[in-house]
């Protein structure tokens, strides 16, 4: 069979689901190629090529793409078999059958894949998603089908970049934060990726060009000894690389014998979902840390000279105006301001079917019904003036985008806005940036954020689909 992998957005990496799924079924005998829309234009020609088409879908920002995606096929050539794979196609995205795939496959998707081109029947499968949890995932992704990691997001620290490799040592989390797509799928599981197979990947990425690497994994931490071995190979294999990896503030604290090691491997920086610095929202979304561990990961790291990126969701339905200053003070307060992408600043909550938030009793009255376009449920705030507040915010970091204003900048802006929404807060100092650098700090040129809505630049590959 002819199979064509398409991806829309992995947070500016390489995809690594397009590598895996294709290692998987170019091993069973099919024929493959991959297209980006990320980083390519649309390939009609290789639609008409492919018996059948699988569209990844690992977070919500490539979820609305890969509709927009099964659009145009299903104009282009109504009759060729479609799949979604990957974590949300484990979820039912809509209740009245509507969905636009023909299979939806999550967990060990790649057995899945092998499966349904083998058979290529489809019944059922679009309305009840497949989530294969049983499997230990020991596939080298085949990465020669991709465009180059030149391509994508680098390293950057200072004027340095690098090109980044993005490779994952395991799939799921322990953890059921209530707002966390994850658990929906993999229901506080993990599945372990064979550590032979990941520092096999590292060694292409390597050989392509990668000086960094980011691992993908939900939480790196969850199986923290298999992630140790990982990290003392690649290192023994690739000193001069150096790496990041994400996990929840509650493992920084309880793994600390890791960080020394990991500093001296080439950790450089941690992403780390604070959401919030309001201990009560913290306890909603069943966080399982508080603002003061939130403080302690901080200065955890920064001892072994490793620097955190904070993940934020300011606006929840219980979010007001004063919440959000909160956060961006702790971020001054805690010199962050370098370390967080202004877009962070603006994430709004999302709700897609299956979220365990619909089971909170105090969730209940700020829902709106189930808004199949942009797959979540629609909610208002406690405090209509944090709703305004949010538009307001990122109406501000995408003009300063635009106008490629620095950091610093885009906060002392979103600061005096958010600043002028809470008035009953007692004034303090605007932080007097703009004239100031920011400390250099490691990042990626791609901001941090899976959940969110796609800009109109990534829709652009799709275009000629009515929006």
């Given at each position: 069979?002819?199979?064509?992998?398409?991806?829309?957005?992995?947070?500016?990496?390489?995809?690594?689901?397009?590598?895996?799924?294709?290692?998987?079924?170019?091993?069973?005998?099919?024929?493959?190629?991959?297209?980006?829309?990320?980083?390519?234009?649309?390939?009609?020609?290789?639609?008409?090529?492919?018996?059948?088409?699988?569209?990844?879908?690992?977070?919500?920002?490539?979820?609305?793409?890969?509709?927009?995606?099964?659009?145009?096929?299903?104009?282009?050539?109504?009759?060729?078999?479609?799949?979604?794979?990957?974590?949300?196609?484990?979820?039912?995205?809509?209740?009245?059958?509507?969905?636009?795939?023909?299979?939806?496959?999550?967990?060990?998707?790649?057995?899945?894949?092998?499966?349904?081109?083998?058979?290529?029947?489809?019944?059922?499968?679009?309305?009840?998603?497949?989530?294969?949890?049983?499997?230990?995932?020991?596939?080298?992704?085949?990465?020669?089908?991709?465009?180059?990691?030149?391509?994508?997001?680098?390293?950057?620290?200072?004027?340095?970049?690098?090109?980044?490799?993005?490779?994952?040592?395991?799939?799921?989390?322990?953890?059921?934060?209530?707002?966390?797509?994850?658990?929906?799928?993999?229901?506080?599981?993990?599945?372990?990726?064979?550590?032979?197979?990941?520092?096999?990947?590292?060694?292409?990425?390597?050989?392509?060009?990668?000086?960094?690497?980011?691992?993908?994994?939900?939480?790196?931490?969850?199986?923290?000894?298999?992630?140790?071995?990982?990290?003392?190979?690649?290192?023994?294999?690739?000193?001069?690389?150096?790496?990041?990896?994400?996990?929840?503030?509650?493992?920084?604290?309880?793994?600390?014998?890791?960080w020394e090691e990991f500093a001296v491997a080439g950790c450089?920086?941690?992403?780390?979902?604070?959401?919030?610095?309001?201990?009560?929202?913290?306890?909603?979304?069943?966080?399982?840390?508080?603002?003061?561990?939130?403080?302690?990961?901080?200065?955890?790291?920064?001892?072994?000279?490793?620097?955190?990126?904070?993940?934020?969701?300011?606006?929840?339905?219980?979010?007001?105006?004063?919440?959000?200053?909160?956060?961006?003070?702790?971020?001054?307060?805690?010199?962050?301001i370098a370390n967080v992408d202004p877009v962070q600043f603006?994430?709004?909550?999302?709700?897609?079917?299956?979220?365990?938030?619909?089971?909170?009793?105090?969730?209940?009255?700020?829902?709106?019904?189930?808004?199949?376009?942009?797959?979540?449920?629609?909610?208002?705030?406690?405090?209509?003036?944090?709703?305004?507040?949010?538009?307001?915010?990122?109406?501000?970091?995408?003009?300063?985008?635009?106008?490629?204003?620095?950091?610093?900048?885009?906060?002392?802006?979103?600061?005096?806005?958010?600043?002028?929404?809470?008035?009953?807060?007692?004034?303090?100092?605007?932080?007097?940036?703009?004239?100031?650098?920011?400390?250099?700090?490691?990042?990626?040129?791609?901001?941090?954020?899976?959940?969110?809505?796609?800009?109109?630049?990534?829709?652009?590959?799709?275009?000629e689909i009515p929006a």
């Amino acid at each position: 069979m002819r199979a064509l992998l398409v991806s829309t957005y992995e947070l500016g990496h390489q995809p690594l689901h397009s590598a895996s799924a294709a290692g998987a079924l170019l091993q069973a005998g099919h024929e493959v190629r991959c297209l980006d829309l990320s980083v390519e234009m649309w390939d009609g020609a290789s639609v008409a090529w492919a018996d059948a088409v699988a569209i990844s879908v690992p977070m919500h920002t490539a979820t609305r793409l890969a509709e927009r995606a099964a659009q145009r096929i299903r104009q282009d050539s109504p009759d060729t078999p479609i799949a979604f794979y990957g974590l949300y196609a484990g979820m039912e995205h809509h209740p009245t059958g509507a969905n636009l795939a023909d299979a939806q496959l999550a967990g060990a998707y790649e057995h899945g894949l092998v499966e349904w081109l083998g058979r290529l029947a489809s019944s059922g499968n679009a309305k009840e998603p497949v989530v294969d949890l049983g499997r230990r995932s020991s596939v080298l992704p085949a990465r020669h089908l991709l465009p180059n990691i030149s391509r994508y997001a680098h390293m950057a620290l200072g004027d340095d970049e690098s090109p980044v490799g993005y490779t994952e040592a395991s799939r799921g989390c322990v953890h059921t934060c209530r707002h966390c797509p994850v658990p929906i799928v993999y229901d506080g599981r993990i599945r372990i990726i064979d550590a032979d197979v990941v520092l096999a990947d590292i060694d292409q990425l390597v050989e392509a060009g990668a000086r960094h690497i980011t691992f993908a994994d939900p939480d790196f931490l969850n199986g923290v000894r298999h992630s140790q071995r990982v990290v003392r190979a690649m290192h023994a294999r690739h000193p001069h690389l150096t790496f990041d990896v994400t996990t929840k503030v509650e493992h920084i604290l309880e793994h600390a014998d890791v960080w020394e090691e990991f500093a001296v491997a080439g950790c450089l920086f941690v992403v780390s979902a604070f959401e919030s610095v309001n201990d009560e929202i913290l306890r909603r979304l069943d966080k399982g840390h508080s603002a003061a561990e939130a403080a302690l990961a901080v200065a955890q790291l920064r001892r072994h000279g490793i620097e955190i990126r904070p993940s934020w969701m300011p606006f929840t339905p219980w979010t007001t105006p004063a919440d959000v200053l909160d956060i961006m003070e702790f971020v001054r307060e805690h010199d962050l301001i370098a370390n967080v992408d202004p877009v962070q600043f603006t994430i709004r909550l999302l709700v897609p079917q299956g979220s365990l938030l619909l089971d909170l009793p105090e969730m209940i009255p700020h829902l709106r019904g189930y808004d199949e376009e942009r797959l979540t449920y629609r909610w208002r705030a406690d405090d209509p003036r944090a709703d305004d507040l949010q538009e307001e915010l990122a109406g501000i970091v995408e003009r300063g985008i635009a106008a490629e204003s620095s950091d610093s900048v885009l906060f002392e802006r979103l600061w005096l806005a958010v600043r002028g929404a809470a008035p009953e807060v007692p004034a303090g100092s605007p932080p007097r940036l703009a004239g100031s650098p920011l400390p250099v700090r490691p990042r990626l040129t791609e901001p941090w954020f899976c959940c969110a809505e796609p800009t109109d630049m990534q829709f652009s590959p799709l275009e000629e689909i009515p929006a």
